[in-house]
């Protein structure tokens, strides 16, 4: 991967895991920075959460997506009802058009930036005007869609771990959890069928670097989500036919 992209493709990946899950409440707002970084210069700050932990799962995360990249072709973000697992919102990274080379031609490190930063302001122009999401009520899962690659097991006939990175290296194998693709909607659903309502946000193309980005909201004909949300969601389903 070109230098550029993966420099700041990494502090991208860091702003939009961040971003998601302070907007979305998925931890509580005290638990995060909010007034000391300013990322890809815009003029908001972006939060970062100040629990060592979180900042290490996501440090260790995008390492981790972008030691794989050249295999995965989605990267979503999942806010999942912390009830019943059922997920509401889905934040999706594309990479299935985006070109592996190192070779990119003319493309500068300031086409790049501007790239990142154009995207990231989307994401975050459209989370500041979601619907609130109540306190203790929703939990995050991130999910990979990978291509030529078997994640989630043991290797078999391994050698033994000698030093650090080969620690590293098992454990980015065996910490992914094999799962198959579903809707993520309750089995029991009542007359109406929840909908799922589509927002395109910019992404990234430039060069090599095309990334799509979009978000989907589960949408409701019934109150079953005004406990998760502080308005009530139960008309938004025939205010979007």
Sequence with gaps: MNIWIEKWMKIYLKCFLSSILYHRNVYPAASFDITTYQAFNLPQFTPMNRHPEVQDYIEELVLDVLSKLV??????????TKEDNMCIE??????????HVDD??????????????????SLTAHLEKLDPIRDDTVVFEVVINTMEMELGHL???????KDKEDKLEFERET????????????????VFKPKIKMSSLVGCDVGPLIIRNHCEKLLVSDNSLDNVYLTSQGSNVLGSL
Excluded: A
């Design 175 to 190: 910490n992914w959890t094999k799962c198959d693709e579903d809707e993520g909607l309750p089995e029991n659903i009542g």
């Design 104 to 121: 990119v031609g003319t493309l500068t490190e300031s086409e790049v930036f501007d790239e990142f930063r154009s995207s990231f302001n």
């Design 155 to 161: 290797p078999q006939g391994r050698e033994r771990l």
């Design 71 to 80: 295999h995965i072709y989605g990267l979503s973000l999942c806010v999942m």
């Design 90 to 99: 889905r934040y999706v990274l594309s990479f299935d058009e985006f070109r």
